[in-house]
Structures are given as C-alpha cells and as structure tokens.
C-alpha cells in the first residue's frame, strides 16, 4: 500500500526548480508532502497539492508533525571492514602527537586475526548505527588485510551490507612486501586484483607520502579499470601532492580528503567532472586543518561530504556531525552542507536513484526531531533522527 507522509514543515528535495525558490538547488518545499509507492517517490510537492486518492486517506498515512524531512544520507567513503582499535593513538595525538599512515598496520593485524563472524557481527553493528543516524547508502572499502584472499575475504564481507564496495589493497604497502614495494605493487595490479574484482565496484588508493606515489597509483587505478573497476582516490590529505589532479586526468568519480590544494587543484577539479569529498572527521580526529569547502564551491567544484569511518583517523559515522563540522569549520551553508551529505555522496558513487526525493528515487528519506535541517548543525551532537524510510519502509520511529 502507497504511504503518504504529510505536514512535513520543509522537506529538502534536491530537485533544482521544484522547491518554493527556483533558485535552490535543495528544491526546499515548505509545508510539503510526499507519497512513497513500491519503494520510491510517487509524487513530492505542497501537502494542499496532494494527490486526491492520497488525500482521502486511501494510502497510509504518516503526520510529520511540522518537522523537517531530508533525503537519506549517503556516506561515500567509509572503511568499516577492520578488527581492533586505536583509541591509544587517538588519546596521544590529542596530547599533541602526530597522525602517521603506519598505524593502518596496526588494524591490518587485528583484522587477519578477526574470523569471518567477528567481521560480520562487527558490521551489522555498525549497519545499525549508520542506519540509526540516518545514513540509507554507504560505501565500504577494503584495506586492512593486505593479502590477496584477506582483501577477497573483506570485499565478500562489505558486500554482504552494501552494493558499494571498493578495493583497497592500495591502502599502505602491506608488511611482508616492505623490502620489495614493486613487488607488492605488482600483486596489488595482479592476483589481489583478480580475487577481489568480483565482489567490487571501484578501486581505491592512497596517494601520500608513506603509502603510494603518484605513478603507483596511477598504474594501479588503471589496472583497475582494465578488470572492469571505476577509479576513485585518496589524495592530499596529509599535505600537498599530485592525488587530486591525477584523479581529475583519470576520470575518477570522486577525489577524497583535499585538505592540501594548490590553485592549479582547485582549477583542474573546477575543469573535470571528479567530485572533491571532503572528510571533516578526518582533520577533527589529527587536528590537520579542515579543508576550505568555500574555496571548493566557490571554483564551481563539486563537493561531497562522508564520514571516511575508519579506526584511526576518523572514528564516527555520525553524517549530521559531518554537517555540523562543515557549517562550523569550512566555510559551508547548511544548504550546502545538507546538499553535500546527501545529493554530493550520491555524484560521488555516481548513483542517480539516491540523494534526492524526485520522482522515482528510491525512497530513503529521514524524519527529523526538527523544524528545520538548519538544526543538524544547530544542534551538534544532538540525536536529531526521529524516523529513516529506506526503500520507502519505516527502519526506526
Ligand atoms: O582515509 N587515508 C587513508 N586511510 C584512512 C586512514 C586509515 C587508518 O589510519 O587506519 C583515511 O583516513
Ligand atoms: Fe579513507
């Protein structure tokens, strides 16, 4: 049976031109209803504008009470297949140590040593919690084996809760192949790549100091798309580098973190069609500086926002914190945060049918504990998710 959900006190479409300004790219309706048939958008508009057999109460219907409605978060970057934790190295760096790409070996050990049910219970967790806090989409990679049947092992335990899953064997150089990177180079392109390939959808890597240099990661992003995979990467998060502008001349969906951007970066994402995700987590967790988001949308740039969930260096799936560390920090308006968390994650994985509450898109929408989306940053920390539809079914109310 269609549910229709009514006296919705602003909803966030993200339909350019169906909101009350033309102007807005979130499409905001005030006053606003929306009617979810077989998993997704029927019709979307002024609640005095609903659709007759709607508004006679033939469908199920569900009072917003006035509150704010936004689409489902899409989180499109996290690492949540890992055993383990670091909150040691988190407790030092708040005493002033500094963030190093080595500790990922640390959680690399740990995950070996975890069994398949360990994983998988450990995931259904964190599925809950993403789910609680009104994510409806999300990516995981992998990263944290490094072996060719550890990251096959993780990338079937990923896509077991997601259809979004990144190979990630490009995450540090893994640590029986330190005295040989070529070698593991080699196998990361190779056999890893083989294994992993049919349980993916992209392939990620880590282009830093201390974990892969540019002409590595360009090899291995194009071996990638030459098993059928689709190029995405980490870059500039620790300092200036070529991440970003090798993923612009690739292509890449997306280029995550850009915390470190030089002019010509900004420009050469302003020219492509790569998307710049932005981490915030990240620099709340190193205490790195927060990437100039501003800068970004004023260059015309895309920009996503995801949490990168992971042990060490952003521990929180929270995507309202993420809104909320935006607006404070980066220079974003909540339009643009909000745009950001859902419509940006969704260009990020290249996915038309999530993100936005058009006609047609699935229907992952959340009810918040607010009058208006302005309090996901109004209120940080704050459990503002009152009820999740994913698929158009009520997960929590
Ligand atoms: O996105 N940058 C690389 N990978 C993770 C950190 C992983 C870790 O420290 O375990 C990130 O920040
Ligand atoms: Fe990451």
Redesign the pocket.
């Known amino acids: 049976m269609p549910t229709l959900i009514t006296n919705i006190g602003e909803l966030t479409t993200n339909v350019a031109g169906l909101g009350d300004d033309p102007d807005d790219a979130t499409g905001l309706i005030r006053d606003a209803a929306v009617l979810i048939d077989d998993g997704r958008v029927a019709w979307v508009g002024c609640a005095d504008e609903t659709p007759e057999d709607a508004a006679r109460g033939e469908d199920e219907v569900v009072d917003a009470g006035g509150s704010a409605v936004v689409p489902g978060f899409v989180d499109s970057?996290t690492?949540l297949v890992?055993g383990g934790d670091?909150a040691d190295e988190f407790e030092a760096r708040m005493a002033g140590a500094s963030?190093a790409?080595g500790?990922?070996r640390r959680?690399v050990r740990a995950t070996r040593e975890a069994s398949d049910d360990e994983l998988r219970a450990r995931l259904a967790r964190f599925v809950r919690e993403l789910h609680a806090q009104g994510t409806t989409t999300f990516e995981i990679k992998t990263?944290?084996d490094l072996t060719v049947a550890g990251e096959a092992r993780l990338a079937r335990l990923a896509r077991g809760v997601t259809d979004e899953v990144t190979y990630l064997g490009a995450?540090v150089v893994a640590p029986e192949y330190r005295a040989d990177r070529d070698a593991y180079v080699d196998l990361v392109c190779g056999e890893m790549l083989a294994a992993v390939a049919p349980h993916a959808r992209w392939i990620d890597v880590?282009c830093?100091t201390g974990?892969f240099t540019p002409a590595e990661t360009e090899r291995i992003l194009r071996a990638g798309v030459a098993a059928g995979l689709r190029p995405r990467l980490?870059g500039n998060?620790l300092g200036p580098g070529a991440g970003v502008q090798l993923a612009v001349a690739l292509g890449a969906a997306s280029v995550?973190?850009c915390t470190y951007l030089s002019d010509d970066d900004v420009a050469a994402l302003a020219a492509g069609d790569t998307v710049a995700t932005l981490?915030p987590g990240?620099e709340f967790s190193t205490r790195h500086p927060y990437p100039d988001a501003r800068r970004l949308i004023d260059a015309g740039v895309t920009v996503a926002l995801a949490s990168?969930c992971?042990?060490?260096?952003?521990f929180t799936s929270s995507m309202p914190l993420m809104i909320a560390l935006a607006v404070r920090e980066m220079g974003m308006t909540v339009a643009e945060a909000v745009w950001a968390a859902t419509a940006g994650g969704a260009r990020a994985l290249r996915r038309a049918d999530v993100g936005h509450l058009g006609v047609g898109a699935r229907a992952d929408l959340v009810v918040l504990d607010a009058p208006t989306r302005t309090h996901l940053a109004y209120r940080p920390g704050v459990p503002l998710v009152h009820a999740v539809y994913r698929n158009g079914v009520s997960a929590r109310g």
């Open positions: 970057h690492h890992f670091r963030y790409a500790g990922i959680t990263g944290y995450h880590f830093e974990a980490h998060q995550d973190h981490l990240v990168d992971n042990p060490g260096t952003s």
